[in-house]
């Protein structure tokens, strides 16, 4: 049973750009959540994906999206990234009504 | 709507003692409740989690949580304390409806003292 693989593990980009992070789910897994970390903070969530739709969104601009494709991997895309979008940012994966979510080790993502 | 909140920012215990990390939590369906770990620079481990049947509920690592849903309160013990446990401890709540999103805290971090 393969877990979450995420990647890059970390990322440094420049106020102003765009960023795409990926996402392996855990083998048989059919949905992915993305979570930022702040340094300090709990995760927060961002948005959820199902059957390659957008299934749930927390609040963050629309400048974050998402992509979830046919195996079940996923991509983050932060546009116009700000100096407050640096942080952890955590993939994870479960079974849709099971609420068995396995967490990848994330991306540290610095913007400078 | 949900929340979370963890009483203590920081905690800290001796080798071999009790371990008791405090959740409150705040939901208008049903809960379903998680512990999770954080080593540094590692992402979330689970450590236990209530969905329904018993409110005791036993993780990993000798772990155990109870929920109480008088007190709305979902505490984590340990009875014995390992040098290994030292970590982000982070409690989180999510409800049947809707997405299935986990509400976390601001976290606990646990230091063992020798």
């Known amino acids: 049973e393969t877990g979450v693989t995420q990647s890059p593990t970390h990322l440094i980009k420049t106020r102003g750009q765009q960023v795409t992070l990926r996402c392996s789910s855990q083998s048989g897994h059919n949905t992915v959540s993305w979570y930022q970390q702040a340094l300090g903070q709990g995760p927060q969530f961002i948005f959820q994906y199902y059957r390659e739709e957008e299934n749930g969104r927390g609040n963050f601009p629309p400048r974050f999206s998402g992509l979830q494709f046919p195996n079940y991997s996923s991509e983050l895309n932060v546009n116009a990234l700000e100096l407050d979008d640096s942080a952890l940012y955590l993939c994870?994966?479960?079974?849709?009504?099971?609420?068995?979510?396995?967490f990848g080790s994330g991306t540290r993502l610095t913007v400078v | 709507a949900q929340s979370v909140t963890q009483l203590g920012s920081h905690v800290s215990v001796s080798e071999g003692a009790l371990v008791l990390l405090r959740c409150n939590y705040s939901?208008?369906?049903?809960?379903?409740l998680f512990w999770y770990v954080q080593y540094p620079n590692q992402g979330l481990q689970l450590l236990l989690k209530?969905?329904?049947?018993?409110?005791l509920v036993k993780g990993i690592n000798g772990f155990e949580a109870e929920f109480k849903k008088s007190e709305t309160s979902f505490h984590l013990t340990k009875p014995s304390a390992h040098m290994s446990d030292a970590a982000e401890y982070f409690c989180?709540?999510?409800?049947?409806?809707?997405?299935?999103?986990?509400?976390f805290g601001q976290g606990t971090r646990l230091t063992i003292n020798p």
């Open positions: 209530y969905t329904t049947g018993a409110t």
């Open positions: 989180a709540v999510t409800g049947i409806q809707g997405a299935q999103k986990l509400v």
């Open positions: 994870a994966s479960s079974l849709i009504a099971n609420y068995g979510y396995t």
């Open positions: 939901s208008s369906v049903p809960p379903y």
